[in-house]
Structures are given as structure tokens and as C-alpha cells.
């Protein structure tokens, strides 16, 4: 059985760092994409970061100040996350799919496309 399990999120200040991490058993990252997504309040999830086939992809709003990278051998992905913004708040998501298209596509995708989720990490960001 495939599981994700997301951690790291909690309560940081603007302009403040936090380092996400998803776990993932029961599946090859060399065969699957993976991404960071997230919903802020009152708004639809959207595709954050995604890695697919050593392939990354970054929204705008996030470029230059995150960074997604993946641990094969710990079928881990993780998600650097600097110079907070209160935007930026959230509870963040990580999915899989099987890694057939760009990282922009696995982006961009419909969640119900995505195979599988994990429960999901608060990341709230305070001025």
C-alpha cells in the first residue's frame, strides 16, 4: 500500500524558513512524480512544486525562495521553504503520480488525476 506522510509545518514569522518532508513507502521515486501542494483559506489547493523525472517546476509565486528535491534511496521529497510570506500560509500537501509528464503538467494537475496524497501539514506564516 502506497502512503505519503507529510511533516514539518507549524508557526513561523515572515522572512523565517521551515524544511517540509514527505515520506513516501510503497512506492519508487524513479517512476513517480512528486509535488507539494497547498490550500490557503478560503481558496483552492495549487500545485506549489512539483519534481518529475529529475525535472522541477516552481509557480512564480514561489521561485527563487523554494526548492523541492527528492532522497531516492529514502523515498523522501522535501520542500525548502525561505523568506516566508503571509501568503505563503497554508496547509501544504504532497502527492504522487506516476511520473509520465513534465513537472509542470504534475503542477498543474486536477487533484482528483493525482494517485496518491498524504494527510496534509499546517504551515502558517505571521507578521
Known amino acids: 500500500e502506497v502512503q505519503l506522510q507529510a511533516s514539518g509545518g507549524g508557526l513561523v514569522r515572515v522572512g523565517g524558513s521551515m524544511n517540509l518532508s514527505c515520506v513516501v513507502s510503497?512506492?519508487?521515486?524513479?517512476?513517480?512524480?512528486i509535488g507539494w501542494f497547498r490550500q490557503a483559506p478560503g481558496k483552492e489547493r495549487e500545485g506549489v512544486s512539483c519534481?518529475?523525472?529529475?525535472?522541477?517546476y516552481y509557480i512564480d509565486s514561489v521561485k527563487g525562495r523554494f526548492t523541492i528535491s527528492s532522497d531516492n534511496v529514502r523515498t523522501t521529497a522535501y520542500l525548502q521553504m525561505n523568506r516566508l510570506k503571509p501568503e505563503d500560509t497554508g496547509v501544504y500537501y504532497c502527492?504522487?503520480?506516476?511520473?509520465?509528464?513534465?513537472?509542470?503538467?504534475?503542477?498543474?494537475?486536477?487533484?482528483?488525476?493525482?494517485?496518491?496524497w498524504g494527510q496534509g501539514t499546517l504551515v502558517t506564516v505571521s507578521s
Open positions: 502527492a504522487t503520480v506516476t511520473a509520465w509528464t513534465t513537472a509542470q503538467v504534475v503542477c498543474e494537475m486536477p487533484t482528483n488525476e493525482l494517485d496518491k
Open positions: 510503497g512506492l519508487s521515486f524513479d517512476t513517480n512524480a
Open positions: 519534481i518529475s523525472n529529475g525535472e522541477t
